[in-house]
């Protein structure tokens, strides 16, 4: 239910069940975040979180004057137990005190009447304290260059688009410079996210790793994993094989989560030919992974991928997706949805990520059919397998050169069955489709 106020005032007549809800709603919040430091032993626990959360509550009810009375008396109870863990020699609990704040913060929002805020809150807080190792230890191993790259999105991101101008620029009008730079931050996003997801879990496995280091950058992925097989001499084309399979599949789910962001319309004609993609993809995996003998398991590579962000990679994809979101509209008003498809294929040799989002970006704006924009996200990420499959054949490792080639086939071939069939079912569901 929408967050909504109702406040309560002392000279006003309380309706029963709305209070039981708030405060019934105020007690699970506390005792969600209390059981979390219960379970560390800590000395404020499930039943002080508990009673924390319904004195917020209570002072949200009452009124703003009595929540704040509320919040200070809590911040009290901080002191006091503060000054009791370092008598006992423990240290301060400044992370316990900070969450009985918003705890009791999260109480005067229950007793105003909100209901998702709170709960969204308190779930937040519970996973920043639950997850203490884990986020210790990840900013533990950061460097100075990771560091740099968050700071040099997060710049990108809040101080330069607001300067951009808003709307259409240009003598044609086919650029919107706002929603470029929006492409451009959510594609680095992407990989900024994928890149921390590979940093936390990549070494566990080839396959994991092959999955979230294509979901960063596929041909990375395929090249290091090539080079593998040339330095064992073909003790490892299985996993390769694997590997390599999976980083293929999220190279198709990335391009498939940019137009579902984009253009929704666009993936609904594309959808069965990426859908078919993954499909056949990873039924191959399956199958080798049942046909693999049983034997050691092979060292898992480590996988060595760029930095997260930089400014040479915004620049690329900023560039690429100008000149294929020109191009590419400039080509479909001269030549039709041919002229586009070739700037597609084009695009998939420089980065198909960027030539999906240009074709998104000229459905989204109504200077391309929503079908036609699939079609060209297809077309550019069949290129991008193609293109991948050339770092392959360089192994010139037989057995490794000869599986890919007949997988990757088979992907394209569920791709082109895919847009086939697109032909057949969505006029069916859009009678204005072509």
Known sequence: MPDKTIPMTTGAEWPYLEILVRLALSLALGLLIGLERERRGKEAGLRTFGFI???????????????????????????LLNVQTLRAGQGAELTTSAAMLVTCLAGVLCGQGHTISPAAVMVLATALLAWKERLAGFSAGLTESEMRSALL???????????????????????????????????????????????????RGTELSGFLGGLVNSNFTVIEMASRVVATRGAYVGTAYRGI??????????????????????????????????????????????????????????????????????????????????????????????????????????????????AAALASQGSLL?????????????????????????????????????????????????????????????PSAG
């Open 370 to 430: 929503a079908t036609t924009a699939g079609t060209g996200a297809v077309l550019a990420s069949l290129t991008s397998i193609a293109f991948s499959m050339s770092f392959v054949l360089r192994t010139r490792e037989r057995s490794l050169t000869t599986k890919l080639c007949t997988a990757m086939l088979c992907i394209a071939v569920a791709g082109a069955i895919g847009l086939a069939g697109r032909h057949l079912v969505l006029p069916l569901i859009l």
């Open 53 to 79: 959360c319904l004195l917020g509550a209570l002072g949200g009810l009452l009124g703003m004057p009595v929540a704040l009375l509320c919040l200070a008396l809590v911040g009290v109870l901080a002191v």
């Open 153 to 203: 999105l997060a710049i990108l991101a809040i101080v330069i688009y607001p300067a951009l101008p808003a709307g259409a620029v240009g003598p044609w009008h086919l650029v919107e410079p706002r929603a470029a730079w929006v492409t451009v931050i959510l594609i680095a996003g992407i990989g900024f996210v994928n890149y921390i997801l590979w940093k936390l879990y990549g070494t």
């Open 245 to 358: 399979l999976l980083a293929t599949t999220a190279m198709v789910v990335r391009n498939a989560g940019l137009l579902l962001i984009l253009a929704p319309l666009a993936l609904l004609g594309a959808s069965g030919a990426f859908a078919l993609m993954m499909l056949a993809s990873a039924v191959l995996v399956l199958w080798s992974y049942r046909r693999a003998t049983r034997g050691p398991v092979p060292d898992v590579p480590e996988i060595k991928l760029d930095l997260p962000f930089s400014l040479p990679l915004a620049l690329k994809y900023g560039v690429v997706f100008l000149v294929l979101h020109i191009v590419g509209g400039l080509t479909q008003r001269q030549f039709g949805d041919a002229g586009f498809y070739f700037v597609s294929v084009v695009g998939g040799l420089m980065s198909s990520a960027s030539a999906v989002a240009a």
